[in-house]
């Protein structure tokens, strides 16, 4: 088999600090899969402390991926549907140029998450773009 070879990518982080594993105190691996970024932000308000943190990990896209709905019209970024309420986490899916491979970020909110920190998780997922 050839190797895959991950392209460039670029995301709008300007409201997010963005780590390595080693740097987080994480292992290389998530579930067997590569652990690339993980990423963290907070909304303040007069009321609220709100976290949110992501772990971007990659793998092998298949044909069995699960329902999905488009971040953005002409957007990478495709935000999974589970049959779970989980209001806590979210998953976006950002299959590469050749369909190969795929990113997985995966967000976890605190309880009581904002409408702001749900609009950081989807502006940043809609600003993804594979490098040209």
């Not at 998530?30 to 772990?55: I, K, M, N, Q």
């Not at 609009?119 to 997922?125: A, D, Y």
Request: glycine share 4%; hydrophobic share 45%; charged share 25%.
């Amino acid at each position: 088999m050839n190797d895959l070879v991950l392209p460039a990518f670029h995301m709008d982080c300007r409201d997010w600090l963005v780590v390595t594993p080693a740097e987080a105190g994480l292992p290389d691996e998530v579930g067997g899969a590569p652990l690339l970024a993980v990423l963290s932000t907070v909304v303040l308000d007069e009321d609220a402390f709100v976290p949110a943190s992501c772990v971007i990990t990659i793998g092998l896209l298949d044909d069995d991926v699960p329902p999905s709905r488009p971040v953005a019209p002409d957007c990478v970024a495709a935000e999974l549907l589970d049959d779970e309420d989980d209001t806590d986490s979210v998953r976006y899916l950002l299959p590469a140029p050749d369909q190969r491979l795929a990113l997985l970020a995966e967000f976890t909110l605190s309880e009581g998450s904002s409408p702001e920190a749900v609009g950081r998780i989807e502006s940043l997922m809609a600003s993804f773009r594979w490098a040209a």
